[in-house]
């Protein structure tokens, strides 16, 4: 028989006598809600300023604080004191910050676009201008502060602050067509940004790309809303192996007004573009269509002439970030796993390797900058253990590198702009976010603000403490962890519950603090279950190997993996191997879908929440770096895909989609309840109508679901003799 490897790190539960169970309108309605900072903006010097609100006024305001003493310093700017303004619901600065775009009417996109009504306010004067009547997307400040680039209607505007002449510099903006400025609807879910356009340093130039999606295929999606007849949202959304957009670079000259194409050869995206420090050179990133060849460029605004300066290769795919950045000479740093781990590297202006700053057999997360003076950098990893994060820093040199946090636990950190302080947000499984002022070197010098109120008030609950172990299987050593009654008797069977993403790059095991799924397993042990969480191949931050074994398969290592653990885990005296269920959201109702069918005789139940049912159905970019396309790789996808063993249901399955999902696409759903229907399996569903992908927009639909599937969870999983006497006791 084989055995598992438990390497706890936290020693188990608590026995707690008339203590309060957590109820599902607690946890929905924000009971165990963390306090914590708002986003603070780090500004010249020592200083940061928040978003404030009056509660007796009503009025935002920008607040200036002072890193050294946490003591706010003055009030910027109060909406109450402005004539036009009542309140605003953002801000930024203009470089020299003597100015701020306030904005207001926030209209949300998609999941990280909006529209909204914007106004410059100058400090000095105090007054307020207008930028346009209209709702306007991604405002920015040329350098200079003399202008502002914004886009509406698909178009990109300019507007000279000192005169009040707007200037349009593209006119073939049209919707479902072309898009200059701004990214098209997979750029922004999967590369990650919404703006599409730079200034240079100089205010001279303005970089954008232009996105034509005449040729990419329309989706449209029925919205029931509230009137007589439904309406449909339409939009391009290219789907694996079918037309993209064609991403195009191009540079408006500010004195010239002329709009100059640039050639970066053959590529099919630029998931990126930045200034150097150069004023007169862009740099662009480029990939092919397998995302496995990527291209640095730097462009010469003169000239137009691009020229290749880094190239990385993979056998699976390249991983697009933001960290590159770049120094006083030119030199830029870059991260890459190209060693095998995810690592910080210098390179010279002409792209030579300077040196690997960072090394060994763990990951970089977090790039946080480089202080010239000091020739230091400061960064994030999991050097201390792949289900902890820890701040370090190290010489440019590679040398001299220094823990700056704790090892254990989870630490995120925010510098200011000269890099003389961190704010550190800590937390651990055991631990609610605290936040703490510490100098460059590490020192605390404050704690800011912590959740002992929380704390305290947890104590009055029914609670049990995650264990984290290494689960061994003939195939794998994964991350785990488990929670097990607050009066867990070993002698006793219990039901075991998984939960899982699973998604490529990603992780469900981490030593940090309680979202709000984590109350609901607690609600769930609270009920009797075992609830266990374990990482499969194909996660993150232990190694390119370990995360791109999945390449071209999506689905099946990480099922193989999902049940491997499960059968490990049922060989535990004190769990029910008969009764074990599996559930997952997006990703991981695509894996909890799959373990249901292919483990038909290990799961008893499995609830899959907008789940992809076929990688068919998904976006190009996504999909394409993991699975090729469909064209290339039909087995990759087909024998994965949940809708070809449909036959193979045996067990309870609960199906829930959000009908105005513009990410997952209710198309999956249906298309699995259909092929359920045709083999005249039983199953259940929930749809929610016109939710999306998070499926939580209007009044109580959060509750419902978990109420759903809390229930279908007690009518299906632990319902033999003895777990029912278990469940009742």
């Avoid at 509660?55 to 909406?79: G, N, Q």
């Avoid at 970089?207 to 391009?236: H, N």
Wanted: hydrophobic share 30%; net charge neutral; charged share 25%.
């Amino acid at each position: 028989m084989k055995k598992i490897l438990f390497a706890f790190l936290v020693v188990t539960s608590i026995v707690s006598a008339q203590k309060k169970d957590i109820t599902l309108e607690e946890i929905w309605s924000g009971a165990f809600r963390t306090e914590g900072m708002n986003e603070l903006n780090s500004m010249n010097g020592d200083y940061y300023t928040l978003l404030g609100f009056n509660r007796d006024t009503r009025s935002t305001s920008v607040d200036k604080y002072s890193y050294k003493t946490l003591e706010k310093v003055e009030t910027i700017v109060d909406s109450k004191n402005l004539d036009n303004l009542k309140y605003f619901e953002t801000y930024s600065f203009n470089n020299n910050e003597t100015k701020l775009l306030l904005g207001v009417d926030s209209e949300p996109i998609y999941r990280r676009s909006s529209l909204g009504i914007f106004f410059v306010y100058d400090i000095a004067s105090k007054s307020l201008q207008l930028i346009d009547e209209e709702k306007i997307q991604e405002p920015t400040f040329s350098p200079d502060s003399k202008k502002v680039a914004y886009a509406k209607g698909n178009n990109i505007f300019i507007k000279n602050l000192e005169t009040n002449q707007l200037t349009q510099i593209t006119n073939d903006g049209e919707k479902n067509k072309i898009i200059n400025g701004i990214c098209d609807w997979v750029y922004e879910e999967e590369f990650s940004f919404v703006k599409a356009f730079e200034w240079s340093s100089d205010s001279k130039n303005l970089a954008f790309l232009r996105f034509d999606e005449t040729e990419v295929p329309t989706f449209s999606m029925d919205i029931t809303g509230k009137s007589l007849y439904p309406t449909q949202q339409v939009f391009k959304y290219p789907k694996a192996g079918e037309k993209n957009s064609v991403v195009t670079l191009h540079l408006f000259n500010n004195e010239s007004k002329n709009i100059s194409n640039i050639d970066l050869g053959d590529y099919e995206y630029i998931p990126r573009i930045k200034w150097t420090k150069d004023t007169s050179t862009l740099s662009a990133t480029t990939l092919n269509r397998h995302q496995n060849n990527l291209n640095l460029f730097f462009v010469n605004a003169k000239t137009n002439k691009a020229t290749i300066v880094l190239n990385e290769t993979d056998k699976a795919y390249v991983d697009i970030h933001d960290n590159l950045t770049f120094l006083k000479d030119n030199s830029f740093i870059w991260t890459s796993e190209k060693d095998g781990f995810n690592h910080i590297y210098h390179y010279s202006k002409e792209g030579k390797l300077k040196n690997q700053i960072t090394s060994g057999n763990w990951e970089v997360t977090s790039f946080y900058g480089v202080n010239e003076k000091t020739k230091t950098i400061y960064y994030q990893s999991v050097e201390d253990g792949s289900i902890n994060r820890t701040v370090y820093s190290v010489g440019l040199n590679g040398k001299n590198k220094k823990r700056l946090t704790n090892p254990s636990g989870t630490n995120r950190v925010s510098f200011s702009k000269n890099l003389n302080y961190f704010i550190n947000t800590f937390s651990d499984a055991n631990t609610p976010p605290i936040y703490t002022l510490h100098n460059s070197e590490g020192k605390q010098l404050k704690e800011i603000l912590n959740n002992s109120k929380l704390s305290e008030e947890l104590k009055n609950f029914n609670l049990s403490k995650k264990e984290f172990f290494i689960l061994k299987t003939e195939n794998a050593e994964l991350n785990a962890w488990i929670l097990k009654p607050a009066d867990f008797d070993q002698n006793k069977e219990y039901p075991l519950f998984m939960t899982q993403y699973s998604g490529p790059g990603s992780q469900s095991v981490s030593n940090s603090w309680n979202g709000y799924n984590d109350y609901w397993y607690q609600h769930l042990a609270q009920k009797g279950y075992v609830v266990v969480c374990v990482d499969p191949r194909g996660t993150g931050f232990k190694g390119r190997d370990f995360k791109k074994v999945t390449y071209k398969e999506l689905g099946k290592y990480e099922v193989i993996d999902q049940i491997d653990a499960a059968k490990e885990l049922g060989q535990l005296p004190y769990i029910n191997k008969d009764e074990i269920g599996i559930w997952g959201w997006s990703y991981g109702g695509f894996m909890s879908s799959n373990c249901l069918l292919k483990g038909n005789d290990v799961f008893k139940m499995a609830i899959a929440v907008a789940p992809v049912t076929s990688w068919r159905f998904y976006d190009s970019v996504y999909t394409e770096r993991y699975m090729q396309t469909p064209q290339e790789n039909p087995s990759g996808y087909d024998e994965n895909s949940p809708l070809n063993f449909a036959s193979m249901l045996n067990g309870k399955f609960l199906l829930a989609h959000g009908s105005g999902d513009d990410n997952v696409h209710i198309q999956n759903t249906m298309r699995l309840t259909n092929a359920l229907i045709e083999e005249n399996k039983p199953f259940e569903q929930a749809i929610y109508p016109d939710r999306t992908h998070g499926i939580y927009r209007g009044k109580n639909t959060r509750l419902h679901l978990y109420n759903k599937m809390t229930n279908f969870i007690e009518q299906n999983l632990g319902n033999n003799k003895q777990t029912l006497e278990l469940l009742k006791q």
